[in-house]
């Protein structure tokens, strides 16, 4: 059975991103098949820690509209065997996205997938509430820094 595990902190610079590559290549390197969604639209970063930047074309919203079916959109890496990334786009999308399709999205992705990462945008804006809709656990990062 898939698992769905938001990254999420209150605040940007807790290390989520971090987190989310390190966790998921771990887990692929362990033999688990597992999806890392960057859900941080407009400020993604995770390609960049994964190494693939130059190899994700399509993004969630791509496919929460149908515009590119998830097996397409989902890039595997070129090392790390069973591991894959579904990054976000690059510009903020017209509002609002739907809860109901990152759900099916997350459907979908749990018949492939041992796990789904997701990096969830700092703070807790409609981004956040993205991220969470369809997870079955949550990773809070903290740091010890006062806000």
Wanted: aromatic share 2%.
């Amino acid at each position: 059975m898939s698992t769905a595990i938001v990254i999420t902190s209150g605040k940007g610079g807790t290390g989520k991103t971090s987190l989310t590559g390190g966790v998921g290549s771990c887990l692929a390197a362990l033999g688990h098949r597992v999806l890392c969604i960057d859900m941080d639209i407009g400020l993604r970063n995770l390609d960049l820690t994964l190494g693939l930047s130059d190899r994700a074309l399509m993004d969630f919203t791509d496919v929460l509209e149908g515009r590119c079916p998830l097996e397409r959109a989902a890039v595997p890496h070129p090392e790390i065997r069973g591991l894959s990334l579904l990054t976000a786009p690059v510009n903020l999308p017209p509002p609002p996205l739907d809860a109901g399709k990152m759900k099916e999205l997350l459907r979908r992705a749990r018949e492939t997938y041992d796990y789904i990462l997701m990096d969830s945008p700092a703070g807790l804006g409609e981004g956040f509430r993205l991220a969470c809709c369809g997870a079955d656990r949550a990773v809070v990062v903290s740091t010890t820094d006062a806000s």
